[in-house]
Structure formats: structure tokens, C-alpha cells
């Protein structure tokens, strides 16, 4: 559809440029213009005009890191530690999933990330191809990576994803990765190198997400899981990783070297006590940073507000500096950074020829108001509530509350407590 935006202020999330009035043209999947309205231009034909009524359009938000289907688990496992979540709750039930069940699980999580402002994800979960076929249905822009171990998933499996998913859908992508060092043995993280140097492609994975695992690597390859792992070649072409928490000097300092992104999940941690990442300290050491929510069993809501404030908060926290971690720095995290971890640098900013990938914020709610600095509002006080509209690839799927997806709210809902009552 072409769509014209007016009257509505806008945050480009352009490096320099500050909040302003004016219009966005969206031209089927892409942007045409962004910039001061054109009053003394005839306006061209748009199937429709929005009045956004001096709202704020922006990038939508890119959840560098999550778990869709693991809806399913959201509060079945809570308050317990990592080691116990995983192996006594998460994985047991995850024996019994099916394709399907992934896939219709998948939907629900999409929802979610529509009323929060999430216009694509970095995901990462057990059945690549169901997975793909609901976020294509739902209109949501995925990234998948892969999750290989040593119980579930294979480099083969891997290869075959990476080469099928890649451009078979404008919406959908596939990188190489592994659940993390501690569930894959040396022999299959040289395998997973080895792809890595074939396509010359970025690799991601959890990583230093707890103590524990780094202890654990310590004893078993005498280096932290970052050191091992870039030993095995396997960052050679980028990547990343996800959670960062416990990582050493040495490590940030290769993590700059390699380019290498630190994808954060601060509520996630929190809930699991998993630690409190050093953010300011990639940020002093240039290493980029992205944000995500991690899955819907362990966080257990995929909220980019209460993530935003948290990163923040937390930094703040463990520096014991309230000026740690900027508010404008965290909205990088959770647009630009993220999209450019994700490989999808047609999505970072709003700017003519970029992907029509934004929201529109409602500020007219009392959370939003004065308006004294507007993008800082989102960060600290901004909400779920404020999102007016989510748009992806120039189509409008969840506007004033109301989903435009395919599949009736009602109907996913119904489906996922059928799955969990039939597993648990």
C-alpha cells in the first residue's frame, strides 16, 4: 500500500538529528520521503492518509535476541536458577514439541511483539521451518539463527536452513549459531567454524550468560568461552553474542577487535540472577550493543520498554553513576544497533529507500506529558500503552489496539492453552 504520514513529529534515529514536524511517505515496502510536509505540493494519490496528530513516528524496535515459541513456558518455570530452569523445566517439555506446536506458539509470541513496537526479531528456536511459515503469515520480519548442540539441531541441519530460508521470503532470514559452548562439544564447535569460514558469515551464540559457564569453560579448555571459541575461528567473519554478562577485560577488548555485537537481555537476566552485564564498559570500549527481551519463559513478557529502562537502570546501578548509559544510547540499542546486529541495515533508520519498518508512539497520555524531552520519555517512562500503530514492510499489522494480522487473536490464544494442557 502507499501510505502517507502527516502532521506527526519525527525521531529518524540518524546519527545528529534531532526530533522534528513533518510528513513519511511509504511507497509499497519502502520509505519515499521523510521530511517537512509539503504544503504548496500537490500531494500524489496514497490508498490512504494518516493524521498522526503531532504523535511521534519512529524505527520500530529490533528484540536482538528471543525465543518465540517458548510462549508456551511463560510463568510454568519460574523462580528457579538457570541450571535447574533449563535442564529440571525447559528442556523436558521441549522433548514433546512438534513443528506445529512451535508454529502456533510462534503466532502468539508475534502479538506481543506488535503491541510493543517490535517490528523484527533475532530468533532463535527448535523448528526453523514452521518457524518461518508463521512469522510469514503473521507479516512479522524475522532473523533466524541457528540453535545447534549436541542433543537437538546439527551443522548439517544448520546448512540446509541457512541455504533454504536465506531469500526465500522478503520478511525472513537465517545466520549460523549454536545454543552455547557449554551444550556443544569441541568437535561440533569446529564444525560450526568451518561453516563459518565456507560462507564467510557472522556466528551467534549465548554466551558468558552466567558464572557458572564460565568457570565450567575455564576447567574444561583453561580460557573464558569467548577466548575458546574465537581460538576454534569461529568469529572470524563477526557475529556475536547474546547475554555478555561475565565477561572479562581481555574479552571485551577481542570483542572490539573481532567487531563483534554484545546483544544485552537485562530483564531475563534479572529474573534469573544470571548478573548484571557491563554495558558501560563495552560502550567506553566501542564494542556495539543491542537489546533484546530473551524468551517469554524466562523474562517472561517481550517488552522493549521495560528493557530499555532496565539496561539503563541497571548500568546505573552497578557503576553506582546515575549519568551511566544514556537514554539516547539506549534507543540506539534498540533500533539501529539492533537491526545492524541482525544484518538488516535497511531497517535502522527512518530515511528515503529504507524499509517502512516504524511505530507510531501516542503521546497523549499522561506518561508522555510535558513534553520535555520527548526521546528520553520513551526510555524512561514510555510504556506499551503508548503504541499507536506498528507497521512492517509497509503494512500496518496492529493499529489503536486492534491486530490487522491474519489469524484472530482469539483463536491463538485458544490454540496455545490447548498445547500446554496437552505437554504438561
Known amino acids: 500500500m502507499n501510505i502517507r504520514f502527516y502532521n506527526a513529529r519525527i525521531l529518524t534515529m540518524e546519527e545528529g538529528k534531532d526530533i522534528f514536524q513533518g510528513e513519511v511517505r511509504i511507497r509499497d515496502e519502502r520509505i519515499e520521503y521523510v521530511g517537512e510536509e509539503k504544503r504548496d505540493e500537490a500531494v500524489p494519490s496514497f490508498d490512504e492518509e494518516i493524521d498522526c496528530g503531532g504523535n511521534l513516528l519512529m524505527p520500530g524496535f529490533k528484540d536482538a535476541h528471543t525465543h518465540s515459541g517458548m510462549t508456551l513456558l511463560r510463568s510454568y518455570a519460574d523462580d528457579l536458577p538457570l541450571d535447574k530452569w533449563l535442564n529440571q523445566q525447559v528442556f523436558p517439555i521441549e522433548a514433546k514439541m512438534t513443528g506445529e506446536?512451535?508454529?502456533e506458539l510462534t503466532k502468539l509470541?508475534?502479538?506481543?511483539?506488535?503491541?510493543?513496537?517490535?517490528?523484527?526479531?533475532?530468533?532463535?528456536?527448535?523448528?526453523?521451518?514452521?518457524?518461518?511459515?508463521?512469522?510469514?503469515?503473521?507479516?512479522?520480519?524475522?532473523?533466524?539463527?541457528?540453535?545447534?548442540?549436541?542433543?537437538?539441531?546439527?551443522?548439517?541441519?544448520?546448512?540446509?536452513?541457512?541455504?533454504?530460508?536465506?531469500?526465500?521470503?522478503?520478511?525472513?532470514?537465517?545466520?549460523?549459531?549454536?545454543?552455547?559452548?557449554?551444550?556443544?562439544?569441541?568437535?561440533?564447535?569446529?564444525?560450526?567454524?568451518e561453516l563459518a569460514h565456507k560462507y564467510k558469515a557472522p556466528v551467534f551464540t549465548h554466551l558468558a550468560e552466567t558464572r557458572a559457564e564460565v568457570e565450567g569453560c575455564k576447567e574444561r579448555y583453561k580460557m573464558t568461552p569467548l577466548a575458546f571459541l574465537d581460538s576454534l575461528g569461529i568469529f572470524d567473519?563477526?557475529?556475536?553474542?547474546?547475554?555478555?554478562?561475565?565477561?572479562?577485560?581481555?574479552?571485551?577488548?577481542?570483542?572490539?577487535?573481532?567487531?563483534?555485537?554484545?546483544?544485552?537481555?537485562?530483564?531475563?537476566?534479572?529474573?534469573?540472577?544470571?548478573?548484571?552485564?557491563?554495558?558501560?564498559?563495552?560502550l567506553k570500549a566501542g564494542v556495539p550493543v543491542a537489546l533484546g527481551t530473551d524468551g517469554p519463559a524466562s523474562n517472561n513478557c517481550l517488552d522493549m520498554f521495560r528493557e530499555m529502562f532496565l539496561v539503563t537502570g541497571l548500568a546505573k546501578l552497578r557503576q553506582e553513576d546515575a549519568s551511566a548509559v544514556d537514554a539516547m544510547e539506549v534507543l540506539k540499542m534498540a533500533t539501529v544497533n539492533g537491526a545492524r546486529a541482525m544484518g538488516l541495515p535497511d531497517a535502522d533508520v527512518l530515511a528515503r529507500g529504507k524499509l517502512a519498518d516504524m511505530i507510531l508512539i501516542d503521546l497523549n497520555q499522561p506518561n508522555m506529558q510535558p513534553l520535555n524531552h520527548i526521546a528520553k520519555n520513551l526510555v524512561y517512562s514510555g510504556s506499551k500503552q503508548n503504541v499507536k500503530?506498528?507497521?512492517?514492510?509497509?503494512?500496518?499489522?496492529?493499529?489503536?489496539?486492534?491486530?490487522?494480522?491474519?489469524?484472530?487473536?482469539?483463536?491463538?490464544?485458544?490454540?496455545?492453552?490447548?498445547?500446554?494442557?496437552?505437554?504438561?
Open 389 to 424: 500503530m506498528t507497521m512492517i514492510h509497509g503494512r500496518i499489522l496492529y493499529r489503536d489496539g486492534e491486530f490487522l494480522t491474519k489469524d484472530r487473536p482469539g483463536d491463538i490464544y485458544r490454540k496455545a492453552n490447548e498445547i500446554i494442557n496437552r505437554l504438561k
Open 101 to 103: 506446536d512451535v508454529y
Open 109 to 193: 509470541a508475534v502479538l506481543e511483539y506488535l503491541t510493543s513496537g517490535i517490528t523484527a526479531v533475532f530468533e532463535m528456536y527448535l523448528t526453523p521451518d514452521t518457524i518461518a511459515k508463521a512469522f510469514d503469515e503473521m507479516g512479522m520480519r524475522a532473523v533466524q539463527v541457528g540453535g545447534v548442540n549436541d542433543f537437538s539441531q546439527s551443522p548439517e541441519m544448520m546448512e540446509e536452513w541457512y541455504l533454504k530460508l536465506n531469500g526465500k521470503s522478503p520478511l525472513q532470514s537465517y545466520h549460523l549459531g549454536f545454543h552455547a559452548e557449554y551444550t556443544c562439544s569441541r568437535d561440533l564447535l569446529t564444525w560450526i567454524a
Open 237 to 282: 567473519y563477526g557475529g556475536g553474542g547474546y547475554h555478555c554478562v561475565h565477561m572479562t577485560d581481555e574479552d571485551i577488548a577481542l570483542m572490539k577487535s573481532r567487531g563483534l555485537y554484545a546483544v544485552t537481555n537485562p530483564g531475563s537476566n534479572t529474573k534469573l540472577a544470571s548478573g548484571i552485564a557491563p554495558i558501560s564498559d563495552y
